[in-house]
């Protein structure tokens, strides 16, 4: 197809809020998608089509009318252009790997960008030659905000972030530039570029310490030393290199302003507006910020009474106050773009109003007011400063007139949002777009101006226009179908709207001649509706599209029309349910007009729903996931692969070829083209069905003929970033394509557009000519039924969405009518009558698929009202006797009765309830087993943790008669590493005394080392153990002091007289603490304390062991001593209560692992499982029983001869009664023989006897009882004073490892402290290196910028000395004229014109809105002089200067001569200008280098004072000591004591001080007696001081006359100098060796410039073959406009001449309005040349030349 021609941009249009910017005094531009939009003040548009690959960042200059775009790709460019030719300018080139995130100009001829990913590196560039010029690596960190430079000074830059304000300030040497970066400081001090300065906070009442003023703690700085050691927290922390920077950073948790905006002063100051709404004002000069504005908080806004105070109640009052307007105040996102103006500070931001701030005065005022309603996202002004143009996120474009707020223009509204879709209407003059918001817009084909919008107020998904008739079709999210009348194009109006299913419609269809309007539904389900007005938009019939087995989402519908006029459909769909898999399956049918003509017959139902058959419905699935689908004739069906991304040509199956198993058929694609890059996409086909489109989210566009599918026209309208092409659309000719995309942008392509001067190739101009001939066709073809159409939609009423959302009768709504039907039935139920539903009413907002089924059902109630009448009554009868059923059962016994749901009738719902309850229960049983699971895992940790992993369990014993309690120690297993680390120490430390003890050995004498060994074997006795409790804390038996811990003074106390050693923690390795300053030797110490207080831990956990032994056995002594008592209590009969000590849970804690049953309170859950087993086992306990008891030998054996017991016991005996003689009852005592009598006797004597040994045996219990009990007290009281003992005890072992827990808390201390300090040494040696490194550099760079300052100034010698060489060579270069004139010539030669004096370009000052009118750029200056000194020097060598007498020919030269001397005089000027940058930027490195030497200096002290802070920390050691209270002399303060300032000493030492006081006393009273003597001799000594002062002065005379005389340099060096002609002879040397260095360089430089004149001969010849290349293209295109010349021609004739004067008159006033334009265009061109000249005249000389 690229045969056919190109296609070129015609327009675009979108607008998302980007920067927008002016680029000449009346034309705006900003980025249009791919393009640039040149927008005019009034009205009047160019698009630009970049070129590049990818549009990133945009930018423009005003005054130079340029502007750059930088490419989005790998290496990206930035290409340069100039409007209005747009010609290339530059291309800026290996600025970025990656991309560009900004770019800005200056007001001279620099271009700054901004990199992205990875670098972040600013660059400076020359736009107007390209060349790159120097660049700064910004930091990853923050992303910058906002970058400008500033206007009246390009060198300049101010860079923003979220947390940092920087400037840049570029340094030039020459040709070699540099940024130099400068903090913005906040406060009083001046802080270092490379230290972090926060930004203030957005809350003006929080106060912040200042970092010099604030003392930062540290963990050195405690009562128990008095030296410090001061480390950053950085040190602290462990951080070195960037983490330790950004430590700060990260701890700063207070909400700080955010810089969004900038905008510079003429005095170089600097207005940043931030996030929050505030205002901040940044000297120039001193680089100082502050805030000046802050917005209002929440209760001091106004309307709002509420004091400071803090009263919160409002009275009637403050009700009543009216809200001022917030319009009068800055808030949040208010000055998100701000520009100054000659009347203040213009601010704008996301509360849609324009507000100019007043800020030369101290108190920010609101002078000027203008309300826009959207958020404004961009502002900038016009080069005059009296048009400001203002841009909004909501696709707006606004122009303002500073000073005027009623002057508010609206320059473009576009209505920012997605576009859901494209159309063309009839006609082929305007398009309409619909946007999801549900803005409805109609575009002009031609020009691309938005002629009219409609908002249909809900959200939209589709559009479609009908090719037949000016209505457009849209899809709303409710399932309505909207029509809109656009046969007015500019006042649209919505005349119908149709709601065909539920949900949204997101396909609309227009068949080919917009007979029918086809529509999906998320169903499956393809509705086709009628598509002329005369029918009202109906919907016709309706078929399903998904398969037997899967439904799945309608992807893609597209129709063709035969020559028969039957339309043929292809629907596919997917049914992955993955939307990215594209559509795998396929669904096609046809409609005729004969099955149109009979619906009825041809669909299933009164639903009209198609039958498959009368549509042939064929539903396959496709071999290969596709995107989109196009239907062409033949049966033939494109799409795009999803695999392979290319395009795929399909042969639709007829039904007749299809097998009979549709599952495993598969359509597979017929061939396969080129496609897109990125899957996804959509297939269209033109209206003439000749060219076959192809979109997609690589943002490309490829076009191709059916015939030709191999060659394709590729155009890119979108960015694949944002998305690609969303939609696309042919025009009604197919000779313009139009696009939408993600970004909002809708374009239009034109094929050869005129503006381009090229046309169709003749293959094009055919396929085009057919192209149009097929739309003329079709127009004629449905001309008639258009006209028809059209009046009828003309005389169609206005339509609005309240119309079918209102019911129909105002009887009763839906839900009263549902209620009322609901106590119908109920009263039917109660009267025992038959119910029968009312006849279904459509709802309201019932759909056209809804009504047709309630139209179906009214069918079939009429269809089967007999039998539905019989089973109605036969449920009757059924609910009759089942009522009957339920009365009965109320009657019968509860046992017998039958629960409620046994009596539903509808099993299914009993079974789902059944079902749903399972369900829950095994639902809640899953819940509850997992909160069980989670429970028992963190029981089992914590048993684990504390009991497992436990060798000693920890556990208490309780006495028995107080609330005293003594735990033990919890002890865990020491690890196989904790133990060979003890032993390594242990070793380690037995070698270090044995080579102490031997090197002491080896210079003690022999009775000093006996003396010292019967020391310490006396030293070395047990102390008492019972010292602890007799003696006070610390002391010993004669009162000494003594040692708290185990940690020794030293070594002859290492092992006695210390507490730990008393309690099983002494040791013979201890460091004495006086000796650990190494880091070894402390973690040795602190392995050695851990394990002194292990062992103290063991040999108390023994002691407990046996207290908690005894106790269990004193516990079985009371429990046997119990047995007894109980027995007695009970032989007694007494009441009293037996003592029952036990073990409590701190006793025994293992009890808490198990749960005994009588401990859970409810009962046990058994599963049917566990019951059978206790079932089964309970019976055979019970088998087992019943034969135990069928016979046991051993009882009865027992039984018959023993009585049952084995042993005859007293107490027995005793219960027993005295058996009573049987006639003593029977008998009367008077009828008693005497042997009865007798017997009698015996009996009473029997029964005393009983009697009183019953009382003696009583006693004898109760004794025993007593006994009993007396001793069970005096064992519990005994055991307590054993346990009080141990309490005791544990006291003090708890004190003593306290104290060796202090002390190892310390050492671990000291070891931290070490710790902190090697990291910061670390950090400084860090920093020292990086110093260095930096002051490598900067020595280089140093040299060779002095280097390069000597070059350029003796280049500048030579300059001025053949200018002066110039001057006096006058009178030889005039040799030939007499002496009178050529003194006339010479005072002519040395004449100048004056200087410039530039004037402000129009107005007065005060007038004048441009704020840096009074300072014009450096550049324009130059400029403006340039041209005032050429205008100067033509008025000079006019001949009328001329003097008499002198010859033209001398005249001439003398001009020449003059001229020449001007250009030396003004290159000089400018020489001697770079050439005081150069020393400038000399003396700059050089200060840097300076300041480099000075970091690495105050570095280098800062170590030093590390070091020796490091080793005094090692040297000051704590001693950590227990003192008597007596021995304590310090004052005590309010919680402990202070013992910074205090100091331990020995009695020894104030003894001896006292001692020496004495002898000090008496020596004085020596000296006095002496001096006395000695006073005599003051008198002979003042004499000879008298002389002395004499000799002074004389000595001082000749000492000044010495001074006084004079020595030279050459002096000094011939004295100094021990080899006088050999240092001259070296100078010499090295003078030649200067000049041979000098004769090379100029040689190098002339070969230099000898290649670079071949290189521009090689260029010219190169442009003279381009320009041939150029004249015989020229002769080409001549010939082609002559053929289409031709062909126009030819067509003339068969066109209509209908309209053609009319056009003639429209050509001619267009031409009269250019002439005229051109006219005025120039007269303003000459007034301003005018101007200009007059300007030029009344400005100074003053020339700065600016590079």
Same mark, same amino acid.
């Given at each position: ?1234 042997? +009865? &009598? ?5 009996? *009473?004597? #029997? $029964?005393? /006897?009983?009697?009183?040994? @019953? %009382? ?97 100034? +003796? &280049? ?5 000395? *053949?200018? #002066? $060489?110039? /001057?006096?060579?006058?009178? @030889? %270069? ?374």
């Amino acid at each position: 197809m690229d045969q056919i021609g190109n296609l070129e941009l015609s327009w675009a249009q979108g607008y998302s809020g980007g920067k927008a910017n002016y680029i000449d005094k009346d034309v705006i531009c900003y980025l249009c998608g791919h393009n640039i939009k040149f927008v005019a003040e009034d009205g009047a548009e160019t698009v630009f089509n970049f070129p590049g690959e990818g549009v990133g960042p945009f930018a423009a200059h005003s005054l130079s009318r340029c502007f750059a775009v930088a490419e989005q790709c790998l290496n990206p460019k930035i290409y340069v252009f100039v409007y209005p030719t747009f010609r290339k300018l530059s291309i800026l080139e290996n600025g970025a790997k990656l991309e560009y995130s900004q770019l800005f100009f200056s007001s001279s001829d620099f271009l700054c960008s901004l990199s992205g990913i990875p670098e972040f590196e600013l660059t400076l560039w020359n736009f107007q030659n390209g060349s790159k010029l120097c660049t700064f690596a910004l930091s990853r960190e923050n992303i910058p905000t906002s970058l400008s430079f500033n206007p009246g000074n390009w060198r300049q830059l101010c860079v923003t972030t979220e947390k940092t304000i920087s400037m840049l300030t570029i340094e030039q040497s020459d040709k070699y530039y540099v940024m130099q970066p400068s903090v913005v400081q906040f406060g009083k001090f001046n802080w270092p570029y490379n230290r972090r300065v926060r930004l203030p906070p957005t809350d003006p009442d929080i106060e912040e310490e200042d970092e010099r003023d604030r003392e930062i703690p540290t963990r050195a700085s405690t009562r128990m030393t008095r030296y410090t050691v001061d480390v950053p927290k950085a040190a602290k922390a462990g951080l070195v290199g960037e983490m330790a920077e950004q430590l700060d950073d990260i701890q700063d948790q207070t909400d700080r302003v955010k810089p969004v905006s900038q905008i510079w002063t003429p005095i170089g100051d600097l207005y940043i507006g931030c996030k929050g709404g505030q205002l901040i004002k940044v000297d120039g000069e001193t680089h100082k910020a502050q805030v000046i504005y802050y917005p209002p908080k929440v209760p001091d806004t106004p309307g709002s009474r509420m004091s400071s105070a803090g009263i919160q109640r409002e009275s009637m009052v403050d009700m009543k106050q009216p809200v001022e307007d917030v319009s009068d105040m800055l808030l949040e996102g208010s000055v998100n773009c701000i520009g100054l103006h000659k009347r203040g500070l213009y601010c704008a931001g996301t509360d849609g109003t324009v507000r100019l701030v007043d800020v030369k005065s101290s108190d920010v005022n609101i002078i000027e007011k203008c309300h826009i309603g959207v958020p404004v996202t961009s502002m900038a002004f016009s080069p005059s400063y009296r048009h400001l143009v203002l841009g909004s996120s909501h696709g707006t474009l606004h122009l303002y007139e500073p000073g005027a707020p009623d002057s508010l223009k609206l320059l473009k509204d576009l209505h920012h949002g997605l576009f859901v879709g494209i159309s063309c209407l009839p006609g082929n003059e305007h398009c309409v777009t619909a946007r999801e918001g549900g803005e409805l817009q109609v575009w002009s084909i031609d020009k691309g101006h938005l002629v009219s919008s409609y908002n249909v107020g809900v959200p939209v998904f589709s559009i479609a226009c009908s090719p037949m008739l000016h209505v457009c079709a849209l899809g709303t999210a409710g399932g309505f179908i909207y029509y809109l009348d656009l046969t007015n194009v500019e006042e649209p109006r919505l005349i119908q709207g149709v709601k065909v299913y539920e949900g949204p419609v997101m396909q609309l269809v227009y068949q080919d001649e917009g007979r029918y309007l086809l529509s999906a539904s998320e169903e499956g389900h393809i509705f086709i509706i009628d598509g002329r007005a005369t029918e009202n938009f109906k919907p016709l019939a309706h078929t399903e599209t998904c398969m037997e087995d899967a439904k799945g989402e309608i992807q893609a519908v597209t129709t063709y029309t035969d020559a028969k006029n039957t339309m043929s459909v292809v629907v596919t769909h997917n049914t992955s349910g993955n939307k990215r898999m594209g559509a795998n399956c396929l669904t096609t049918f046809e409609v005729s007009d004969d099955v149109m003509r009979d619906l009825r017959y041809n669909c299933n139902s009164l639903k009209y729903d198609f039958k498959d058959k009368s549509i042939k419905k064929v539903s396959v699935k496709l071999a290969v996931p596709s995107y989109g689908a196009a239907i062409s004739e033949g049966n033939t069906m494109f799409t795009m692969a999803q695999n392979n991304k290319a395009v795929q040509q399909h042969t639709l199956p007829r039904l007749e070829e299809l097998p009979k198993d549709l599952r495993k058929f598969r359509l597979e694609p017929v061939s396969e083209f080129q496609g897109h890059q990125l899957p996804g996409g959509r297939v269209l086909l033109s209206p003439h069905h000749k060219w076959l489109a192809t979109y997609g989210a690589d943002g490309s566009v490829l076009l191709r003929t059916i015939g030709q599918m191999d060659k394709t026209v590729c155009i890119t309208p979108h960015d694949y970033r944002i998305g690609g092409v969303k939609c696309m659309a042919f025009g009604e000719d197919s000779q313009n394509i139009f696009t939408t995309g993600y970004d909002g942008v809708l374009t239009c392509y034109s094929w050869n557009p005129p503006l381009t001067g090229r046309s169709y190739t003749p293959t094009g101009s055919g396929k085009a000519k057919s192209a149009i001939e097929a739309a003329r066709a079709k127009k004629s073809r449905l001309m008639t039924s258009q006209k028809e159409e059209n009046e009828h939609l003309a005389n169609m009423a206005d339509w609005t969405p309240e119309d079918i959302m209102r019911p129909s009768s105002d009887k009763i709504p839906p839900m009263s009518r549902e209620e009322k039907e609901k106590v119908k039935r109920d009263e039917a139920l109660e009267r025992d009558e038959i119910y029968k539903t009312p006849t279904p009413v459509p709802e309201p907002d019932a759909t056209w698929l809804q009504v047709q089924e309630l139209e179906s059902f009214k069918e079939e109630d009429k269809q089967y009202a007999d039998v539905k009448k019989n089973l109605r009554v036969s449920i009757r009868d059924m609910r009759r006797t089942l009522q009957s059923m339920l009365k009965n059962n109320e009657t019968l016994p509860e046992i017998e009765q039958l629960n409620r749901h046994e009596f539903d009738l509808d099993i299914e719902e009993q079974l789902r309830l059944q079902a749903e309850a399972d369900q829950e229960v095994e639902r809640v049983r899953e819940e509850i087993e997992f909160e069980n699971l989670a429970k028992m895992y963190l029981r089992e940790m914590i048993k684990r943790e504390c009991w497992d992993d436990m060798v000693v369990k920890g556990r208490a014993v309780q006495a028995f008669n107080s609330n005293l309690e003594v735990s033990n120690f919890p002890m865990r297993e020491r690890l196989p590493e904790t133990v060979k680390l003890i032993e390594k120490v242990t070793k380690r430390r037995q070698v270090e005394i044995a080579e102490a003890k031997a090197l002491d050995d080896r210079h003690i004498p022999m009775p000093k080392r006996k003396a010292r060994k019967e020391l310490i074997e006396t030293t070395s006795k047990p102390a008492p153990t019972t010292a602890d409790d007799e003696l006070g804390e610390g002391e010993d038996d004669e009162g000494r002091e003594q040692p708290s811990t185990t940690g020794s003074l030293g070594y002859n106390i290492s092992v006695t007289d210390i507490l730990g050693a008393q309690y099983g923690g002494g040791s013979e390795l201890f460091y004495s603490q006086f000796e650990l300053h190494s880091r070894e030797q402390k973690i040795n110490q602190i392995v050695l304390l851990e394990d002194a207080i292990y062992r103290i831990k063991q040999v108390f956990n023994k002691d407990f062991d046996e207290l908690f032994i005894k106790k269990e056995q004193e516990i079985g002594k009371i429990k046997e001593k119990n047995k007894r008592i109980r027995k007695i209590i009970a032989d007694l009969d007494l009441a009293e209560e037996v003592i029952e000590p036990s073990m409590g849970v701190a006793e025994k804690p293992e009890t808490l692992l198990t749960v005994e049953d009588d401990e859970v309170k409810v009962e046990r859950y058994y599963t049917p499982e566990q019951r059978k087993a206790i079932e089964k086992k309970e019976k055979e306990e019970e088998e087992r029983r019943a034969r135990e008891r069928g016979d046991n030998q051993r009882e009865r054996a027992l039984n018959q001869m023993m009585g049952g017991v084995l042993e005859i016991k007293k107490e027995d005996e005793l219960k027993k009664d005295v058996p009573k003689p049987a006639f003593m009852t029977q008998k009367d005592e008077n009828d008693w023989s005497e042997e +009865e &009598q007798k017997l009698a006797k015996d009996y *009473e004597k #029997k $029964v005393k /006897d009983l009697q009183e040994e @019953r %009382e003696k045996y009583r006693k004898q219990l109760e004794t025993e009882l007593r006994k009993n009990q007396s001793l069970i007290q005096e064992g519990m009281a005994g055991f307590d004073e054993m346990l009080n003992t141990v309490f005791m005890k544990k006291i003090k072992v708890m004190m003593v490892i306290y104290q060796e827990e202090l002390k190892i808390l310390r050492l671990r201390y000291s070891l931290l402290v070490e710790e902190e300090l090697e990291t910061r040494e670390s950090e400084l040696n860090r920093l020292v290196e990086h110093k260095k490194h930096l002051k490598t550099l900067a020595t280089q760079a140093v040299m060779e910028t002095r280097k390069n300052v000597d070059n350029y100034r +003796e &280049q500048y010698d030579i300059l001025l000395a *053949e200018d #002066k $060489v110039m /001057d006096k060579a006058f009178k @030889r %270069e005039f040799n030939d004229v007499s002496a009178v004139q050529q003194d006339q010539l010479y005072r002519l030669f040395k004449r100048r014109p004056r200087a410039l004096k530039i004037t402000r370009g129009e107005g007065d000052n005060i007038t004048l809105p441009n704020p840096f009118a009074d300072r014009p750029s450096t550049a324009r200056q130059n400029a403006q002089s340039k041209a005032y000194m050429d205008q100067a020097m033509d008025d000079l060598d006019k001949q009328s200067n001329c003097p008499e007498g002198v010859e033209p020919q001398v005249w001439e030269r003398l001009c020449m001569y003059r001229r020449q001397k001007v250009e030396n005089e003004n290159l000089l000027k400018l020489r001697a200008h770079i050439l005081a940058e150069m020393q400038q930027f000399q003396q700059k490195r050089q200060e840097e280098d300076d300041q480099l030497k000075n970091d690495i200096d105050s570095i280098g002290e800062q170590l030093n004072k590390l070091r020796d802070d490091r080793t005094r920390f090692n040297l000051n050691l704590e001693v950590q000591l227990l003192l008597k209270q007596g021995q304590v002399e310090v004052d005590a303060g309010s919680f402990i004591h202070d013992y910074k300032d205090s100091a331990l000493i020995h009695r020894n030492v104030v003894e001896d001080l006292n001692g020496t006081i004495k002898q000090l006393g008496e020596s004085k009273i020596a000296s006095m007696v002496e001096s006395k003597d000695f006073r005599k001799g003051i008198i002979q000594l003042e004499w000879e001081h008298k002389k002395m002062l004499m000799v002074i002065e004389d000595l001082q005379n000749k000492m000044k006359d010495v001074q006084f005389m004079k020595v030279t340099r050459e002096i000094q060096l011939f004295l100094n100098s021990p080899d006088y002609e050999g240092r001259k002879s070296e100078e010499v040397g090295k003078l030649e060796l200067t000049i041979l260095q000098q004769k090379r360089i100029h040689e190098k430089t002339l070969d230099d410039k000898n290649k670079s004149l071949r290189d521009l001969e090689r260029t010219i010849k190169q442009k003279e073959n381009d320009n041939e290349q150029l004249l015989k293209e020229l002769e080409d295109l001549n010939v082609s406009v002559h053929e289409r010349r031709h062909i126009e021609q030819v067509n003339a004739d068969r066109r209509s001449d209908a309209g053609s004067e009319k056009r003639y008159q429209e050509i001619v006033q267009r031409r009269k309005l250019v002439d005229l334009a051109k006219a005025q265009a120039q007269e303003v061109a000459v007034l301003r040349a005018e101007v200009e000249r007059l300007r030029m005249r009344t400005f100074p000389a003053l020339v700065q030349v600016e590079h």
